[in-house]
Every structure is written in structure tokens, then in C-alpha cells.
């Protein structure tokens, strides 16, 4: 069983405040992706990284993938009171009957105070 | 607009009732997703369709769940004899042939009291 492994589960920090959201795997994913969502809505995505060492870049946030591809993190610089919400990440799987079926990590519940 | 409608948004029901929910893509998605989501946690993969095909279901749908894509358009979820561990959010998502990313509809919260 692939599983993803995501922390902090919660993150309440100050406006201006930079942070981290880690997700790890027990094995490769074919990529992996990271969602946002507000309450009472589904997941919006946000990127998806493929190649192992990928860099991405959407404004103030930044994504990485492990060399290996069993490990991303979400960097936020200079968090902003809409950034609040639910952080998740996803793998994708790769072939068979299981193919873009998504996996996803528990979640991280960030608030941003003013 | 993430091209994905769900109805109805909201559902209260009692326990040992049947509810359905209806996915409706905007346009023409060959694999159409349904996962449940418990407040506070991720997503949890229940079924998937490719076209009219039905190709996986995962473990946590038990035989009073039921699913459809009769044209390979639009999907049903069906929950006969509801419980109160079926509250949860239900969510239908969509990809295009070629990727693996997916696009969520605003999904329906389902109350079992």
C-alpha cells in the first residue's frame, strides 16, 4: 500500500511568517501534486511535480520533488491571511487499472492570523 | 469553474434511508473520480470510471454503495441503508486522457442522522 505521510497536520502562524508543509512517501508516485482547499469546496490544484529534483515556483509559493520522487515540500514566503486553508498532496499512480488514481496525504490545516 | 457540477451540495438524511448523488462534467472527461472526505483529512479514493467502465473500487466502498456512468458522461453514487459513519463529504473529480491531474467538483456533504 502507497501511503503519504503529510506534516505539520496543523500550522497557525502570523501574517508576514514564512513555513513549510512536508509530504512523504513509503514509494514513488508516477508525479505528485498539491491542492488547496477552502471549506465547503473541493480541492483546487495547485502544481504537479514530475521530475525528481523539480523546482516550482507560483508567486509566493514554492515546490519542490526529492531527488528520489518519494518526498515534496510547499514553501510559503510571507504568508498572507488568504492563504489560509487545507494543503494536500497527492500521488498519482502509475498504470494498470490504478492509473490517475490519486493518493493523498492527510492534509495540513494552515491558519494565518493578521 | 473547474468544469464539474455536483448535486445536490448538501444532503441531511436519517440513518437506514438511500441517498444519490449526481457528478455532471461541463465538457467530455474519459475518467471520472469518486472519493469521500472526512472533515479535516484528505480525500479517500472510492471509485473510478473510464468512459462507462467501472475499473477499480476501493475497499471502503461496501455493497450499499453503488456507482454509475451509464454514458459515459455523467456519474451517480449510490448509498442504500445510510449509516452515520457515511457523513462525509463526496467528491467527483475529472481528468483529460493524457493526465493525471484532476479537477474537483464542489462535492456533496451528506448528514446521516
Avoid at chain 1, 514553501?75 to 498532496?89: K, M, V
Wanted: hydrophobic content about 30%.
Amino acid at each position: 500500500t502507497q501511503l503519504l505521510e503529510q506534516s505539520p497536520q496543523f500550522l497557525s502562524i502570523q501574517e508576514g511568517e514564512n513555513l513549510t508543509v512536508y509530504c512523504n512517501s513509503s514509494s514513488v508516485f508516477s508525479s505528485l501534486q498539491w491542492y488547496r482547499q477552502e471549506p465547503g469546496e473541493g480541492p483546487v490544484l495547485l502544481v504537479t511535480v514530475v521530475t525528481g529534483g523539480e523546482v516550482k515556483k507560483l508567486k509566493r509559493l514554492t515546490f519542490q520533488f526529492g531527488d528520489a520522487r518519494k518526498d515534496s515540500s510547499l514553501h510559503i514566503t510571507a504568508a498572507q491571511t488568504g492563504d489560509t486553508g487545507l494543503y494536500l498532496c497527492a500521488g498519482a499512480h502509475a498504470g494498470g487499472t490504478s492509473y490517475g488514481k490519486l493518493t493523498f496525504g492527510q492534509g495540513t490545516i494552515l491558519t494565518v492570523h493578521p | 469553474d473547474t468544469g464539474v457540477s455536483q448535486n445536490p451540495r448538501h444532503k441531511i438524511t436519517k440513518r437506514g434511508q438511500n441517498v444519490t448523488f449526481r457528478c455532471d462534467p461541463i465538457s467530455e472527461h474519459n475518467r471520472l473520480y469518486w472519493y469521500r472526505q472526512t472533515l479535516g483529512q484528505g480525500p479517500e479514493f472510492l471509485t473510478y470510471f473510464q468512459n462507462e467502465a467501472q475499473l477499480e473500487k476501493s475497499r471502503l466502498l461496501s455493497d450499499r454503495f453503488s456507482a454509475e456512468r451509464p454514458k459515459g458522461s455523467f456519474s451517480t453514487l449510490e448509498i442504500q441503508r445510510t449509516e452515520q459513519g457515511d457523513s462525509a463529504m463526496y467528491l467527483c473529480a475529472l481528468t483529460t486522457p493524457d493526465s493525471s491531474e484532476q479537477f474537483f467538483g464542489p462535492g456533496t456533504r451528506l448528514t446521516v442522522l
